[in-house]
């Protein structure tokens, strides 16, 4: 899997838009980038993921650039319970074969305050 | 709908003493399975991972083994425990769609 670079820590405005970003600028053309996010003495949650267009979904927005060297996870409007460490995975995704587990790295500490 | 369940949720064990966690899955045939632990300040990690009965895949050279007795368990066990395998162990699932889906986790404390 491609390596990511990801700020170690984020805060954030209840009600404001949260934008992550990440790095990856080793991704190849089959690589797919995944976020997940783990609240605290939780399991990881699984968020979004895209190929090269941008996705979105009930949880979250996911943009990335035409070079698909970064990307952006959006949290329309954080609230609280957003509060996580948030994962920004490369991978192949599941069409590329195989049932390898994901790598994870440190993440992003997102802090939404009231 | 799919369940995932681990047990037990904490567990305090000396040192030398044997561990088996279990996880198993509802709703679902032939998952692909996975053990991640992540250790104190340290990211998740993955340990094991399962695309069916009997078939175990080591990621990493370790205390620990796998089996998969059933389509739906998956269950960790050690011999011996060492200091460094406390830590926060969490178990995973996925189909071909590819999402990985965790439970709740199992937090043991090797004293």
């Known amino acids: 899997d491609a390596k990511t670079t990801q700020p170690p820590s984020m805060d954030c405005a209840e009600g404001r838009a949260a934008n992550l970003p990440c790095n990856h600028s080793t991704i190849s053309g089959n690589e797919y980038v995944y976020w997940y996010r783990q609240i605290h003495s939780q399991g990881p949650q699984y968020i979004i993921h895209?190929?090269?267009n941008n996705e979105t979904n009930e949880m979250a927005s996911l943009i990335i650039t035409e070079d698909r060297k970064s990307s952006t996870l959006i949290l329309p409007h954080a609230t609280l319970r957003d509060t996580a460490v948030y994962y920004c995975i490369v991978r192949v995704g599941n069409s590329g074969g195989g049932a390898d587990g994901l790598t994870f790295g440190k993440g992003t500490h997102l802090i939404i305050q009231p | 709908s799919q369940t995932i369940h681990q047990w037990p949720a904490t567990l305090v064990q000396p040192v030398g003493s044997p561990l088996s966690l279990e996880c198993t899955v509802e709703g679902t045939s032939n998952p692909n399975l996975y053990w991640y632990r992540q250790a104190a300040g340290r990211g998740l990690q993955l340990l094991f991972y399962?695309?069916?009965?009997?078939?175990i895949s080591s990621e990493v050279p370790q205390n620990l083994s796998a089996s998969r007795p059933q389509d739906r368990q998956f269950i960790l066990s050690s011999k011996k425990l060492l200091l460094s395998d406390s830590g926060f162990y969490l178990c995973?699932?996925?189909?071909?769609?590819?999402?990985?889906?965790f439970g709740p986790g199992t937090r043991l404390t090797v004293l």
């Open positions: 995973a699932w996925s189909m071909v769609i590819d999402e990985q889906f």
């Open positions: 895209g190929l090269k």
């Open positions: 399962s695309v069916g009965i009997g078939q």
